[in-house]
């Protein structure tokens, strides 16, 4: 059941983030995206293998239906899941790995969790914002646009990351 409930949300908020490239356009400065939050919140027994092939289709998908630009989150996304054990094995520890176990936002704290997310936002960022401008945006431009771009993912991510990564603790 519990296997389930992380296919469902994680395809809900796809969606969401579907719906937010088509309909929520805050500024030219700022790109939000939860895409590198989905990620990093797989399950950890999934091969980096089948977490790269996920990432280039859910990319896909989210390029195809909202933002236009074919293989633009895709190609930002694939990064974030090729480092997503490094990234995770670097903050939480490599007792998560040991003991076969998931990242928890309780279990891990809120800093740890934060700062898992502040590397694959970034990393996701410095790969799709100079993409986006095809190389011809200037430094301060692109400079901008990845702090606010940065800053908002960040909240959104943290406030959404209860939901793929729940509380295990309260069984």
Known sequence: ?????FEITFLLLVIAQILVCNY?????YVTLSILPLLILCLPL???????LLLAAAVGLAVDMLADGVIGLNAAALIPVAFVRKTVIGAVFGSGVFARDEDISIRKH???K????IVLVQALF??????????WTRP????????TASLALGEAASLLLAGLLVPDDRKK
């Open 1 to 5: 059941m519990e296997k389930n409930r």
């Open 24 to 28: 929520f356009h805050f500024s030219y």
């Open 45 to 51: 027994r999934l091969p980096t293998v089948w977490s």
């Open 109 to 111: 704290g809120r800093p």
């Open 113 to 116: 969790f934060a700062l898992a």
């Open 125 to 134: 960022l410095a790969v799709y914002i100079p993409l986006d401008g095809a």
């Open 139 to 146: 430094l301060w431009f692109n400079v901008l646009r990845f």
